[in-house]
């Protein structure tokens, strides 16, 4: 009997012990998943994805590169040295005939060194042109980065919404689901009872098929919208990510600037102008060193070479050349060269021209989104009240006999576009107002910050 008791304990205990660990199992493995489910603010985003895309980092990088551009032409303004050491060989010792006597004027192996450097002393600006140059692009490619920055914030502001977007849809199919199974159920009770007919049913059915279809598509789409943030934020697509919803301060019309306003701000603001005129003086520049070909370039070169030759008066030597170059025919090619500046001067001015002409329409199209999603708010803003009001008579009508299926139908189908009409609204009016922060060259990770 103390047996059975101690291996029933034993027994009791070793149970214990296995629902603990199972419990710890499922405890670590419930918080492991919540915490692999990120959730990413809009401004956190946002700095997650300026900082972390691959956009970006290839925007540092030419940089980078452009930088080395500038230490590159900034090396034509400096001397050029070089040395050289060497130990030649010969077959034949080197010498000439002075009448019946043999000459030597060279041994037959010997070691020889020597440096010179070379300066270039005036170009007529070429030199100087082509730093200056490079400098500008430089200051460009820097700018260059701002641009990708904001480039990059506006894609994932827009994913953002989208994501919350197709997450509200979402509920509203939910709950058209809900409805439709609800109202399927009721159908059931009345179809057994014998109140209505088979082909009320088999309506209800239908209908409820319909919605489950729209649920799924709209969870897909989510998925989407989420792989499309994590590739923003360069992470796995296929990493789970909730997003936190942005509390809804919409603009008035009243505080938005004339679109003339608009336009200035734009022009002042926005990072390409900047960029391109850059460029513009770059080409400038450009075209001096082009120029520079049609004239002498003068020039410095001072050396000191060292021969061990006993033949020679003097072992080593010290020298100093003062010169010009001048090409004096090449064909036309520099006339060509600057000609093509010309050209690229230019076309960088219409190109100017069609980008203030395209910012200016970007703005305008933003304005008047922003101007259409506040008419639609204004307008169904109570229409999911009454839409939902409509929906609870028609259900009592229903279930007391005196309504239809159609109707009920028709109230559920009338609230989830209602519904979807304002979520669609509200997150067009939030992705209008991003784009117009855009158009008009604001910071937007200053801008949603907070």
């Given amino acids: 009997m103390k047996r059975e008791l101690k291996c029933k304990v034993q027994g009791l205990l070793i149970l214990r012990f296995i629902i603990t660990i199972i419990f710890c199992i499922l405890f670590s493995s419930i918080c492991y998943s919540q915490d692999s489910r990120q959730t990413i603010t809009i401004s956190d985003g946002l700095k997650m994805a300026t900082e972390n895309s691959r956009l970006v980092k290839i925007s540092f990088l030419e940089r980078d590169i452009s930088y080395e551009d500038t230490v590159i032409a900034r090396s034509k303004l400096l001397p050029d040295i070089n040395a050289s050491l060497s130990q030649s060989f ?216 060292y021969a061990e030759n006993r033949y020679q008066l003097q072992k080593d030597n010290w020298s100093l050349i003062l010169g010009l170059n001048l090409n004096i025919l090449s064909g036309g090619s520099t006339k060509a060269e600057v000609s093509k500046v010309r050209y690229k001067k230019e076309q960088m001015l219409e190109q100017k021209r069609k980008l203030v002409d395209d910012i200016k329409l970007e703005v305008e199209k933003n304005y008047l989104d922003i101007m259409n999603a506040l008419e639609k708010i204004q307008v169904i803003k109570d229409a999911v009240a009454q839409a939902e009001e409509n929906l609870r008579i028609n259900r009592i009508r229903y279930e007391e006999g005196i309504g239809t299926a159609t109707d009920v139908l028709d109230a559920i189908t009338l609230l989830t576009t209602a519904e979807t009409n304002y979520y669609r609204a509200l997150y067009e009016l939030r992705r209008a107002e991003a784009g117009f922060k855009y158009a008009t060259g604001t910071n937007l990770v200053s801008a949603y910050s907070h």
Avoid: C
């Fill in 90 to 305: 010969l077959y034949n010792q080197p010498g000439a005939h002075i009448g019946s006597q043999n000459a030597y004027t060279s041994e037959k192996s010997y070691l020889s060194y020597g440096i010179t450097a070379h300066q270039t002393i005036f170009t007529f600006g070429a030199n100087t042109s082509r730093y200056e140059a490079s400098r500008t692009t430089l200051d460009a490619k820097k700018l260059n980065i701002d641009l990708t920055r904001n480039l990059v914030a506006l894609s994932f502001i827009i994913s953002y919404f989208d994501i919350l977007e197709t997450e509200k849809m979402t509920k509203v199919a939910q709950k058209e689901v809900e409805s439709l199974q609800s109202h399927l159920n009721v159908a059931k009770n009345l179809f057994n009872e014998g109140v209505i007919t088979k082909n009320d049913l088999l309506q209800a059915e239908v209908r409820l098929s319909d919605a489950r279809q729209k649920l799924i598509t709209l969870k897909n789409m989510r998925a989407v919208n989420a792989a499309r943030i994590n590739n923003i934020l360069s992470r796995p697509l296929t990493s789970e990510i909730a997003v936190e919803d942005v509390p809804f301060n919409a603009v008035s019309a009243v505080e938005l600037p004339t679109i003339e306003n608009a336009w200035v701000t734009a022009e002042k603001q926005r990072i390409e102008l900047g960029i391109i005129d850059r460029e513009l003086k770059a080409i400038e520049l450009e075209e001096t060193v082009k120029k520079s070909d049609y004239f002498p370039r003068f020039f410095a070169e001072g050396g000191y070479n």
